[in-house]
T-cell receptor, first 116, second 112 residues
């Protein structure tokens, strides 16, 4: 149980295009999902908290117009990197909190984005 | 704000030897504590967690961790490591707002 998937697992795009990353909780309902960014050899940085049916809450320094988050259902959250630039290249990881299981977050396998 | 410190950036251990990864946190109350493992290019897998109760918690893959309130520590241990334990290990803290703060991570290398 408690499986979280991400799609795509990796993506290469041209500078200026937008990229959408999906995060799904496969066997539980996720009232809250989180989006993290991880640079090589570094820890995870929380970008935003996504609550089903409401606007995402962004961490300080994260541009909400650059990283659009939508949490349309209890099993799906999407992160759209708009007008991507090479500095947006990174490993993006989502996690989901099981509303019934409380405090534990379950992580997706991550999406590697390379912007050329 | 809470912070998480993993003092060891890199640890090399022989296969079959014991392993201990250190984690210290800074927070006024007792937070929820987690250890996650990440293999290269992968997401994070939960090894174990501490919310309350018995301060020695058992996790998957033979790992255990001990919460010591007096030392604000939550060190991870494994009595005998396997080559497959080579990975990046992250300690994380949830200060009751469901947001996780991660330590910088410890890379574990297992030598034959």
């Amino acid at each position: 149980g408690a499986v979280v998937s991400q799609h795509p697992s990796w993506v290469i795009c041209k500078s200026g295009t937008s990229v959408k990353i999906e995060c799904r909780s496969l066997d539980f309902q996720a009232t809250t999902m989180f989006w993290y960014r991880q640079f090589p050899k570094q820890s995870l940085m929380l970008m935003a908290t996504s609550n089903e049916g409401s606007k995402a809450t962004y961490e300080q320094g994260v541009e909400k117009d650059k990283f659009l988050i939508n949490h349309a259902s209890l099993t799906l959250s999407t992160l759209t990197v708009t007008s991507a630039h090479p500095e947006d290249s990174s490993f993006y990881i989502c996690s989901a909190r099981d509303g019934l299981a409380g405090e534990t977050q379950y992580f997706g396998p991550g999406t590697r984005l390379l912007v050329l | 704000a809470q912070s998480v410190t993993q003092p060891d950036i890199h640890i090399t251990v022989s296969e079959g030897a014991s392993l201990e990864l250190r984690c210290n946190y800074s927070y006024g109350a007792t937070p929820y504590l987690f250890w996650y493992v990440q293999s290269p290019g992968q997401g994070l897998q939960l090894l174990l967690k501490y919310f309350s109760g018995d301060t020695l918690v058992q996790g998957i893959k033979g790992f255990e961790a001990e919460f010591k309130r007096s030392q604000s520590s939550f060190n991870l241990r494994k009595p005998s490591v396997h080559w497959s334990d080579a990975a990046e290990y992250f300690c994380a803290v949830d200060s009751n707002d469901y947001k996780l703060s991660f330590g910088a991570g410890t890379t574990v290398t297992v030598r034959a």
